[in-house]
T-cell receptor, first 110, second 117 residues
Framework: TQLLEQSPQFLSIQEGENLTVYCNSSSVFSSLQWYRQEPGEGPVLLVTVVTGGEVKKLKRLTFQFGDARKDSSLHITAAQPGDTGLYLC??????????FGTGTSLTVIP | DTGVSQNPRHKITKRGQNVTFRCDPISEHNRLYWYRQTLGQGPEFLTYFQNEAQLEKSRLLSDRFSAERPKGSFSTLEIQRTEQGDSAMYLCASNTGTGAPGRYGYTFGSGTRLTVV
């Protein structure tokens, strides 16, 4: 059961464009993480957010945790081909595991 | 720090055979996780170890699956009598900490790609 829904599922844009990826759930999470995964590799952690309304920036990437801690967004400014990959959000409540979203596959065309 | 290491990277097996995968976590990480990822999906939780204790198992982990972490260091995941539906990427991750695991990000290995023919 996927508790987290990501949209869009696929996204293909030109280099230099901006984009936003969404991660939504009906469940409240104590923390939420974003990962980027390249083909044939494991996911790599980008950021962890724990406070409702929290905004974190990582160079051209901006992450926001919803006020109610049920949703999150990832905004990329001036996308580059190196941003290509599968973006996964993952939420955790009080348990030992993370629930991963369905992923957004991003392709940035040079 | 060499990261999380998984072996083998790829495994092709015939249906009905047994397979075993190995994960070597980051040395100071006391928590170890196994996830399974099928094409087009996010990783799904299988099981979790804190040191050598297996503290949680998913319902996805049928009786054919068993995982161990005998000395609290490396871990093995065995699948007995493999089925075609077992074909997936098996990911190992580790982290550390004493509080709620959710506050600590995972470091994932590169995974083992299993193909059952």
């Amino acid at each position: 059961t996927q508790l987290l829904e990501q949209s869009p599922q696929f996204l293909s844009i030109q280099e230099g464009e901006n984009l936003t990826v969404y991660c939504n759930s009906s469940s409240v999470f104590s923390s939420l993480q974003w990962y980027r995964q390249e083909p044939g590799e494991g996911p790599v952690l980008l950021v962890t957010v724990v406070t409702g309304g929290e905004v974190k920036k990582l160079k051209r990437l901006t992450f926001q945790f919803g006020d109610a801690r049920k949703d999150s967004s990832l905004h990329i400014t001036a996308a580059q081909p190196g941003d290509t990959g599968l973006y996964l959000c993952a939420g955790s409540n009080t348990g030992n595991q993370f629930y991963f979203g369905t992923g957004t596959s991003l392709t940035v065309i040079p | 720090d060499t990261g999380v290491s998984q072996n083998p990277r790829h495994k092709i097996t015939k249906r009905g055979q047994n397979v075993t995968f190995r994960c070597d976590p980051i040395s100071e990480h006391n928590r170890l996780y196994w996830y399974r990822q099928t094409l087009g999906q996010g990783p799904e939780f299988l099981t979790y170890f804190q040191n050598e204790a297996q503290l949680e198992k998913s319902r996805l982990l049928s009786d054919r699956f068993s995982a161990e972490r005998p000395k609290g260091s490396f871990s093995t995941l065995e699948i007995q009598r493999t089925e075609q539906g077992d074909s997936a990427m098996y990911l190992c991750a580790s982290n550390t900490g004493t509080g709620a695991p959710g506050r600590y990000g995972y470091t994932f290995g590169s995974g083992t790609r299993l193909t059952v023919v």
